[in-house]
């Protein structure tokens, strides 16, 4: 059962507008949500997080919103920029509950593509 | 910042064949690190949970005794891939965490190694 999901494999944007991706989540224990782009062949690059203390957090071009009655987190970008084109992955930790170990899980993750 | 440096970044075995994957934490000490595997178009998948010194934690399918993970000391993890067979081939992820309270909660990943086995 997947604990956490990004139900929409991909997304197109024009350049300048706003991207707009989807997580939800389904264990209530997770209190940390972290967003990774992701090029093929790279490893993860972290882009923002949020505790689940907040409901927003911003960082430049990126906004996340976590909505904690409704498990569910999205990541803003604005203005969308060719540059951002990658797989966006969301990630999940119950860091308070899971030890000293606080494994990630990751979505399916989702296809940003903006074109110019 | 934190710097985790993985290789290879791709390697080509034949099948039957061991391959190692380094792991290692640049510029600080890994309380605990993890290693991921991704199939194309797929999430990153936990494979095992390492901690300095102690056997690996390995997740609900996957074969101990297939991926022999080490985590001898705080900088230095590697993952062998034992008699390895083409459906083994895949892209493998790292990460090392440690006690950063950092925006990215002290996790940081590899750049990744693609295991080809042919």
């Known amino acids: 059962d997947q604990q956490v999901k990004q139900n929409s494999p991909s997304l197109s944007v024009q350049e300048g507008r706003i991207s707009i991706l989807n997580c939800d989540y389904t264990?209530?224990?997770?209190?940390?949500f972290l967003w990774y782009k992701k090029y093929p062949a790279e490893g993860p690059t972290f882009l923002i997080s949020?505790?689940?203390?907040?409901d927003k957090n911003e960082d430049g071009r990126f906004t996340v919103f976590l909505n904690k009655s409704a498990k569910h987190l999205s990541l803003h970008i604005v203005p969308s920029q060719p540059g951002d084109s990658a797989v966006y992955f969301c990630?999940?930790?119950?860091?308070?509950?899971?030890?000293?170990?606080?494994?990630?899980?990751f979505g399916k993750g989702t296809k940003l593509s903006v074109k110019p | 910042g934190a710097v985790v440096s993985q290789h290879p970044s791709r390697v080509i075995c034949k099948s039957g064949t061991s391959v190692k994957i380094e792991c290692r934490s640049l510029?600080?000490?890994?309380?605990?690190m993890f290693w991921y595997r991704q199939f194309p178009k797929q999430s990153l998948m936990l494979m095992a949970t390492?901690?300095?010194?102690?056997?690996?934690?390995?997740e609900q399918g996957v074969e101990k005794d297939k991926f022999l993970i080490n985590h001898a000391s705080l900088t230095l993890s590697t993952l062998t891939v034992t008699s390895a067979h083409p459906e083994d081939s895949s892209f493998y992820i790292c990460?090392?965490?440690?006690?950063?309270?950092?925006?990215?909660?002290?996790?940081?990943f590899g750049s990744g190694t693609r295991l080809t086995v042919v």
């Open positions: 949020i505790s689940s203390i907040k």
């Open positions: 264990n209530s224990m997770f209190d940390y």
């Open positions: 510029d600080f000490q890994a309380t605990t």
């Open positions: 990630a999940a930790s119950a860091l308070r509950y899971g030890g000293s170990q606080g494994n990630l899980i």
């Open positions: 390492s901690n300095e010194g102690s056997k690996a934690t390995y």
């Open positions: 990460s090392a965490r440690d006690r950063g309270a950092g925006g990215n909660y002290g996790y940081t």
